[in-house]
């Protein structure tokens, strides 16, 4: 797995490429969160358009991400999730925790509406 980080209005987008399966990317994750908190910025959009797969590993990873954020006073929230991955959140009663987005405009926009 890889991902891209950017800057979009209010908020940072971080793309996942690939399958999302835990290990070494999640240290990566949390890293550049950790980063991003420093610099004060605190809402995340996690765009999952071009994720293959997702194991419990990765669902720990999202989960480990959004405790980091929320502990900072901001948010991690998910958009473009294939079905599979949105069956995944459904299963494992994940899809509550989260807040989810069909698009990653509705994402973006959804922290304006505090």
């Known amino acids: 797995m ?9 908020c940072v987008v971080i793309e996942f490429k690939g ?3 835990g290990g070494p990317d999640a240290v990566s994750l949390n890293e550049k969160l950790h980063e991003l908190i420093e610099k004060g910025q605190k809402n995340i959009v996690v765009d999952l358009s071009k994720v293959k797969f997702m194991n419990s590993s ?3 990873m999202l989960i480990g991400g959004l ?3 929320r502990k900072a006073g901001g948010d991690l929230r998910i958009a473009n999730a294939a079905d599979k991955i949105e069956s995944l959140l459904i ?4 899809i509550t925790v989260f ?5 990653l405009d509705e994402a973006i926009a959804s922290f304006d509406e505090k």
Do not use: Q
Not at 2 to 10: A, D, K
Not at 91 to 94: E, N
Not at 99 to 103: E, G, I, L, N, R
């Open 2 to 10: 890889s991902f891209n980080v950017s800057e979009r209005y209010n």
């Open 19 to 21: 399958n999302v399966m």
């Open 58 to 60: 990765g669902l720990g």
């Open 67 to 69: 405790t980091t954020m």
């Open 91 to 94: 299963v494992t009663k994940l």
């Open 99 to 103: 807040k989810h987005f069909k698009s």
